[in-house]
């Protein structure tokens, strides 16, 4: 699990980039035989244009190599119902 993304690395473009090492990781992972996941704060579900970071981040990585540990504390700080989040992202979180 890695647990968070640098400040620099938040912007739209850079998450764009952020998703494909996501991937690369965790098909790494998958051959190793262990799985890969992501671990949010705040920040990722907090209000912006479009959708929200930890949306872009689901929607652009493959559901077969990435899961996503959703802090449900952080979720709700954001205002962001936890379980809407995982029945909109199905098999996501394990």
Do not use: S
């Given at each position: 699990?890695?647990?968070?993304?640098?400040?620099?690395?938040?912007?739209?473009?850079?998450?764009?980039?952020?998703?494909?090492?996501?991937?690369?990781?965790?098909?790494?992972?998958?051959?190793?035989?262990i799985r890969f996941s992501y671990h949010n704060h705040g920040w990722e579900l907090e209000p912006r244009p479009g959708p929200t970071a930890l949306d872009r981040l689901a929607t652009a990585t493959d559901p077969d190599l990435v899961a996503f540990q959703l802090d449900v504390y952080w979720a709700l700080v954001a205002g962001v119902d936890p379980v809407a989040w995982i029945r909109n992202h199905p098999g996501r979180v394990p």
């Open positions: 699990i890695i647990p968070g993304i640098p400040a620099d690395l938040r912007g739209d473009a850079d998450l764009a980039a952020v998703a494909e090492a996501f991937d690369r990781v965790g098909a790494a992972c998958r051959e190793a035989g």
